[in-house]
Structures are given as C-alpha cells and as structure tokens.
C-alpha cells in the first residue's frame, strides 16, 4: 500500500473512535486515488482484521474470567 494511502487510513483510524468502519476506510482508500476493486480489497482486509482482533479479545477475556475463578475458589463461603 502506498504511503499517502497509508497515512490517510492512518488519520481516519485516529478520528475520535477506537474502531472505524469498513465503508469509512474504503471511502478514505478511495479518496486517496487507489482503483475502486483494490480500495474493496483493502477495506475487507480490514474487516477481517477487525474480527479477527475482536475473537481473540473475547478469547483472552475468556481465560482471564477462567483464571479467576480458579484462583477464587479457595476464598470463605457467605458467613450468615
């Protein structure tokens, strides 16, 4: 990818929210002068990226939340 597409997928990216949306950076892409078929290209790359990172967030909450239960199975029941 070229380095003003780069940069302007980049300065998209930052705008106030942590996640920008596909169709946002195919606009941006797109607004950069790259080709229609490659700016879909890349913006699905992204949607790909963006899923994947959210699997694997969701899988280290998972072992996280696994972990504490076992290191929390020693503590004293309720005391009436």
């Known amino acids: 990818m070229p380095p003003p597409v780069q940069r302007q997928l980049a300065t998209v990216a930052q705008k106030g929210i942590p996640v920008t949306s596909v169709a946002e950076v195919q606009r941006a892409v797109t607004d950069a002068g ?24 969701i899988g280290a909450v998972a072992l996280f939340a696994l972990l504490a239960l076992w290191f929390t199975r020693g503590l004293p029941g309720r005391h009436t």
């Open 34 to 57: 790259v080709a229609t078929e490659q700016a879909r290209a890349i913006a699905s790359d992204y949607g790909d990226a963006q899923r994947h990172a959210l699997k694997r967030a």
